[in-house]
């Protein structure tokens, strides 16, 4: 299994990481705002777990949109364990 890590940066507003964990990562709007908040104040967080295949799919996912929206947002996949 591999961990979707997205990482901080300085210019990516909150609102758009909220709306990318929402609608990627499938996730409710409080969870969202949570995993956001770690980015945030911890410079990266875990967006979910998954089969390697699915992992690299949701990562490539965020960074072509961030990119189709002009946002530095990074996602990495990350060996869980």
Known sequence: MFKVVM???????M???VEVLEGIFNHN????T?????????GRAV?????RDVAETK???????A????HPLLCEIEKDG
């Open 7 to 13: 990482f901080n940066d300085d210019y990516t507003p």
């Open 15 to 17: 609102d758009f990481v």
């Open 29 to 32: 709007r409080e969870v969202a």
């Open 34 to 42: 949570r995993i956001m908040l770690a980015v945030h104040t911890e």
């Open 47 to 51: 967006c979910g777990v998954y089969t």
């Open 59 to 65: 990562a490539m996912q965020v960074n072509q949109y």
């Open 67 to 70: 990119r189709e929206c002009q």
